[in-house]
């Protein structure tokens, strides 16, 4: 498969990871909203059954204790007058010897009936309870309701099911029971629900069983299936997956615009080098102890027709996509032929070259022997290479001898930030060393780093180095530094990089 190939589908892959996550978070939260509706649901109707049980004993009790013996018109008004604030009942009935003989609405019966035997007895208050779907309305022929009857001693009360429903809940199933010597008993809603709940796998978050924190025997199976919740909330979940969708796909087309980047400044990179994107500045390095310029460090810059690159930018690809050795050789062609044209740079002009540290370990280097331009010319060439590799290695040893025994300086770059130790500073073929800049700009704190410079001079000594200190500002910096014993100084406050035209410029006002 090819390259670019494989960035489009990790950007595809991409898009359909963040629809997909978007989509899991999507669902979750549907499912704690039909959760939080179905539990409202059962709170709802728990809370009408918890008023019903109350309502049927403060009916019940009261009527009892008349004590009344026959259904005459005053009985018929006592049960007329309680059923008159009643919410849950819609009928109260007297009996006279198990058979009912007057109802509130009815009045006395012509032919009295005979009651049934319960679902359940309550205990403690004896209340018999049964369902009944289909109780014949002895105010209309042929009308049927489904109702709950409670009977307790002489009364009885008819209790119309919807009323635990009225209107509020949203679920479309849901049985309220009661729970009666391990039997389980109907009173109202969906009959089977909750035996079909405790039995049945059902899908996460659309159910839910609730009994009564004030009569624990009651309890409430709700039912909301996830196909009626989509139903019901279709234009928010339509909404919800476009916007899902957009952001999958806007995730991909991010993720491709990043790797074509990076696809692109890497083409750019690759044909900078033919095409001589890359330019070179020069950044002067001072003696600090006379003012005068001694030498400069050659620094990178880049610039095609799409803009700049920052060595930050093209750097690191340079080094992933072994590009060093190519990158070195057309540093070293171009700044020989800009350098070697200033007539103005004496002889044994330092001209600091960076390599890169992979090229050591490759052997690449010890082509450099092989430029007569650069064996020849009239400067001091020293390599700066830095210590973000480790160099103690036979290989980087062989390759170091050979540079110095063919006439290269040896500089040790950006000492103290990579593998510095006292073993490499007497193992490796160095004549110089490069404070980082990091030290120099601590000297203002007077940070931990800028305390250390005494004793990397002590080093410096020891070995028999040059040093050269970088990020140079001000002038304090420069006085602490030419104290401490630092012989060479590179940075703002000599000159910044600059392009061979402007370092032209800048040695017309210079002594060497």
Known sequence: MKKYPQKSLIAILTGVLVFVIGSLILLYFAGHKLASTINADAKHIIKHIDAAVLESSRILIPLNKLNFTQ?????????RRALFDAKYVIDIGFFEND???????????????????????????GARVRFDPKLPLLLFNGREMQVVIVRQKDYNLIMHTAVFNDGIVTSPRWEATYKAQNTLHHLAGSNGLYDEIMNHHQLPFETKLKCSDISADYCVAVHTPWS???ADNQFLLIISLILNCLAGVSSALMVEFQISARRSTLVRVRKGLSKSSFYWTYQPIICLQTGKIVGCEVLARFEDKYGALFPDQ?????RKNN?????????????????????????????????????????????LTQIPALINSRFTICLEITEDEYLDTKIAHTHFKTLVESGFNLSLDDFGT????????????????????????????EGLKASMIPNIMELVHKFNYTCVAEGIETSEQEAILKTAGVHYGQGWKYGRPMTVDQFKKYLTKQTF
């Open 314 to 318: 093209f750097i690191p690809l340079i």
């Open 71 to 79: 259904c005459d018109d005053l009985n018929l008004l006592e049960m």
């Open 418 to 445: 990579g593998y510095s130790n006292l073993k490499n500073l007497q193992n490796l073929s160095f004549h110089q060393l490069k404070i980082d800049r990091t030290f120099v700009q601590d000297i203002a704190t």
């Open 99 to 125: 058979k009912l003989v007057c109802t509130t609405g009815v009045g006395i019966l012509e032919k009295p009936v005979n009651d049934k035997e319960p679902d359940f007895i309550r205990p403690g208050s």
């Open 228 to 230: 009626r919740f989509f």
């Open 323 to 367: 590009l060093t050795w190519s990158f070195t050789e057309v540093m070293i062609a171009k700044v020989l032929e800009e350098l070697t044209a200033l007539e103005a740079l004496p002889k044994d002009f330092k001209v600091s070259l960076n390599i890169f540290p992979c090229d050591v370990e490759l052997g690449n280097v010890s082509l």
